[in-house]
């Protein structure tokens, strides 16, 4: 390193001003950037010819780092782990297409409150309902992602159209749920594992703690990769259940289906059912129908991870919404119609409303779930195609809680940006992912699973509410969205394709208020009060921050009138150690002084 002439000169005219310098490198291999084990030769001066090395030595915690997420990525890298729409479908519908797993039995079991008859002969009946609703929440949000590309889905449409209260409700809403996607989806994931491997029963938190830390670390290392992790697997499950649909369409035709092991069974009716009719009737039909909703849980996903679709990206996301919905309306009606065709009996307590010639089975009776019993009945003779249902549902119900380790992070970046949330949750980690969102998804969901002792009973009676919370104010805010264009468009055409989206939203409003107060009513006091408590709790919080950063912004605004602010630098104190007086230390005390006018 050198001083030029002209700025040696300069430094002596204003000591206390920066002068320019020169630095030489001499080493062409010094530009290159070193690692740990890589050498860079330099040379020693006044020693010719002789070398010696220099290696960067990372600390241990940089090494795990580096072996469980991979090696940083660089920013214009970003595209790279966008998502094309074959691994968009698995990423995002996988937790849509996993309630096939457990929808049918809500509604079985639901019905079964009343006895084995109302189940089996109006089982399809509420199934069809609930494709109906599906059919019109999927149609509206592919108006969403259209409307709002951005990736704030029902946070974003709310805020817009219904005001920032409603926003931050919805926000909250959705965060809570997304903690809850992955703690129920693990739970029961663990609980169907169990049943298939004998070692996981009793160590159910540990191994659902276990995987939670997985799936976090394979999405710390990015989307994409995690995405081609996660396709094989789904596109099984969707395989795997249409083909069993199919076997057992057939052998209906032929006539050679069997009955399920159930079907023998008397289901009586739970005491206090047991001649329902009227009001009480109508009531346990739309328990049943709100129940079975549990199908929906995951539609919204897509409009929230816009983002991670590759160019362009509202309309790949639209596209992937279409085959979500129609895989998971055929998937969904065929279990229902093979339960019924097979006689399945499912019993909230199997123990006191199941009866085999008159006499109660007992506490001994193994119940087995909806789609095991179907595929018991379709593969008869076949006992690996029973293991490989087993085997996949177990599978997919804990990959969808991936579907909220992709929506989480990205609404909670959004929610950042907006001032709502803490600014770290808006940046990208070094595999361009926004890690701080997922980590704290995956300790907020890791905690409920040990509180909740991986029971998906009790943690799924927290469920729902909140995404069918961001369905009504997200679809009624879609209304005035129309409704507000509707009053600008001219062309005759584009006013027509309009006024169809806000019908087509609001009946979807209609039908998810409907459902939430149902859901509100039968399931408040069995958990869904804490679900409302903790929006409640987060939407303060939320509110909380928001007025710290606009209270900070405030204190840093410069006004035209505040001519003492434009007095640069302020509050500056310099200590300056004197040993001797040189030259040195009076360049020192003119620094000092200068920094202080």
Not at 110 to 127: C, D, K, P, V
Not at 139 to 154: K, L
Not at 178 to 184: D, I, K, N, Q, S
Not at 376 to 391: D, E, K, P, T
Request: net charge positive; hydrophobic share 50%; with cysteine.
């Amino acid at each position: 390193t050198s001083w030029p002439a002209c700025s040696m000169a300069l430094a002596r005219e204003a000591p206390t001003r920066p002068q320019h310098m020169m630095t030489k490198c001499t080493e062409s291999t010094l530009h290159r950037r070193s690692t740990c084990g890589e050498s860079v030769p330099q040379r020693v001066p006044g020693e010719a010819g002789t070398r010696h090395t220099v290696c960067d030595v990372p600390n241990s915690g940089r090494v795990v780092k580096r072996v469980i997420l991979g090696r940083a990525m660089r920013s214009d890298n970003l595209g790279e782990t966008l998502l094309p729409k074959r691994l968009a479908l698995p990423v995002f519908a996988s937790d849509a297409l996993s309630s096939v797993a457990y929808a049918p039995d809500e509604i079985f079991l639901t019905l079964g409150l009343a006895g084995g008859a109302l189940a089996l002969t109006h089982s399809w009946e509420i199934a069809l309902a609930v494709v109906v609703v599906m059919a019109v929440v999927i149609a509206s949000y592919r108006q969403n992602v259209r409307a709002y590309p951005s990736g704030g889905g029902d946070y974003e449409v709310a805020s817009v159209n219904l005001g920032p209260k409603a926003g931050l409700g919805v926000g909250s809403a959705l965060l809570v749920d997304y903690v809850l996607t992955v703690a129920v989806s693990i739970s029961s994931g663990v609980q169907n594992a169990a049943a298939a491997f004998g070692f996981v029963r009793g160590h159910e938190v540990l191994v659902a703690i276990l995987l939670i830390a997985a799936l976090t670390a394979m999405n710390l290392r990015g989307v994409r990769e995690s995405g081609t992790a996660f396709a094989i697997p789904t596109y099984l499950f969707m395989a795997t259940v249409l083909g069993m649909a199919l076997i057992g369409v057939v052998r209906k035709m032929t006539g050679s289906l069997p009955q399920a092991e159930s079907a023998g069974l008397e289901l009586l009716p739970d005491p206090g059912h047991d001649a329902i009719t009227g009001l009480a009737l109508a009531f346990l039909f739309l328990r049943a129908f709100s129940s079975g909703c549990a199908a929906l849980t995951g539609v919204e996903a897509i409009s929230n991870g816009v983002p991670a679709f590759r160019k362009p990206k509202s309309q790949n996301a639209a596209t992937t919404l279409l085959p979500m919905g129609m895989n998971s309306v055929t998937m969904m009606l065929s279990m229902v119609a093979l339960a019924t065709w097979t006689g399945v009996k499912y019993a909230e307590d199997p123990a006191v409303q199941l009866a085999r010639d008159g006499v109660l089975v007992g506490e001994d009776y193994e119940q087995h779930t909806v789609m095991v019993q179907v595929a018991q009945s379709v593969c008869s003779g076949f006992r690996a195609g029973v293991v490989l249902v087993s085997i996949v549902t177990g599978l997919i119900l804990v990959l969808a809680a991936n579907t909220a380790f992709n929506g989480f992070p990205v609404l909670g970046s959004i929610l950042a940006r907006d001032g709502f949330l803490p600014r770290q949750l808006h940046t990208r980690g070094d595999r361009l992912a926004f890690s701080n969102g997922i980590i704290i998804l995956a300790a907020a969901a890791a905690l409920l699973v040990a509180i909740y002792d991986a029971k998906v009973t009790a943690l799924i009676q927290l469920y729902i509410v909140g995404v069918f919370v961001s369905f009504t104010l997200s679809q009624i805010g879609m209304v005035r969205h129309w409704t507000r264009h509707l009053r600008l468009e001219r062309n005759a055409a584009e006013r027509g394709r309009m006024m169809r989206s806000r019908v087509i939203n609001g009946v979807g409003a209609a039908m998810s208020g409907t459902v939430l107060l149902v859901v509100l009513a039968t399931k408040f006091v069995h958990g869904a009060g804490y679900a409302i408590a903790a929006m409640a709790v987060l939407y303060l919080l939320m509110t909380r921050i928001r007025r710290h950063y606009d209270h900070v912004r405030d204190e840093l605004t410069v006004r035209e009138d505040d001519t003492k602010a434009q007095m640069l630098p302020s509050r500056v104190h310099a200590i300056v150690l004197v040993s001797k007086i040189h030259k040195p230390t009076l360049r020192a005390v003119a620094y000092a002084r200068a920094t202080r006018p």
